[in-house]
């Protein structure tokens, strides 16, 4: 079964640092391009980064870029998004996606961690 | 900036049948993908690619995209169709992936 689990929020100050981990399982990771999504409370969907299988490729949501950095390790089957220089807006539960192997969708999501930015 | 436009809520009495939107100029050019999001739980993909199911969704969850307009139409709604929906294409223009608001739906 496929599975996703990401880690490592909690409450951070404005100006902070914070690591996200997802833990994948059940498909081979090497092979799927990966995303992060965030959803603020009581707010839609947000996109925030995509990373392709071999990490040549990447790309960030311009709320983001400067800031926030992703990385694979395909040995790991593991993904991370290292967040600086935090924001109150930032504050959101942040979901990893696997991609669609022919398609930019998003068809298996883990069950997020949230990320508190406040003083 | 490339916006995708939802409205902010649809209702259907149950058994009847559900039609969510996402505009946008030409979106037809684009592939379109849907997903359904319950509360406090992860987005499930319903439809991606305008039309395509992935296994396990129902065959009253379909899809049509042409013009500006796509849509996700629910055939035979159930209560437990009752969520938020949104929309998400991928711009290769500018390489970023955008998500419409978001429509809840609302089973009467």
């Known amino acids: 079964e496929v599975h996703l689990v990401e880690s490592g929020g909690g409450l951070v100050q404005p100006g902070g640092s914070l690591r996200l981990s997802c833990a994948a399982s059940g498909f081979t990771f090497r092979i799927y391009s990966m995303n992060w999504v965030r959803q603020a409370p009581g707010k839609g969907l947000e996109w925030v980064s995509y990373?392709?299988?071999?990490?040549?490729?990447?790309y960030y949501a311009d709320s983001v870029k400067g800031r926030f950095t992703i990385s694979r390790d395909n040995d790991k089957n593991s993904l991370s998004l290292q967040m600086n220089s935090l924001r109150a807006e930032d504050t959101a539960v942040y979901y990893c996606?696997?991609?669609?192997?022919?398609?930019?969708?998003?068809?298996?999501w883990g069950q997020g961690t949230i990320v508190t930015v406040s003083s | 900036s490339y916006v995708l436009t939802q409205p902010p809520s649809v209702s259907v009495a149950p058994g009847q049948t559900a039609r969510m939107t996402c505009e946008r100029n030409?979106?037809?050019?684009?592939?379109v993908h849907w997903y359904q999001q319950k509360p406090g739980q992860a987005p499930v993909l319903v439809v991606y690619d305008d039309s395509d199911r992935p296994s396990g969704i129902p065959e009253r969850f379909s899809g049509s995209n042409s013009g500006n307009t796509a849509t996700l139409t629910i055939s035979r709604v159930e209560a437990g169709d009752e969520a938020d929906y949104y929309c998400q294409v991928w711009d290769s223009s500018s390489d970023l992936v955008v998500f419409g608001g978001g429509t809840k739906l609302t089973v009467l």
């Open positions: 990373i392709s299988s071999s990490s040549s490729t990447i």
């Open positions: 996606a696997k991609e669609h192997l022919t398609a930019h969708a998003f068809d298996m």
């Open positions: 030409n979106i037809g050019s684009k592939s």
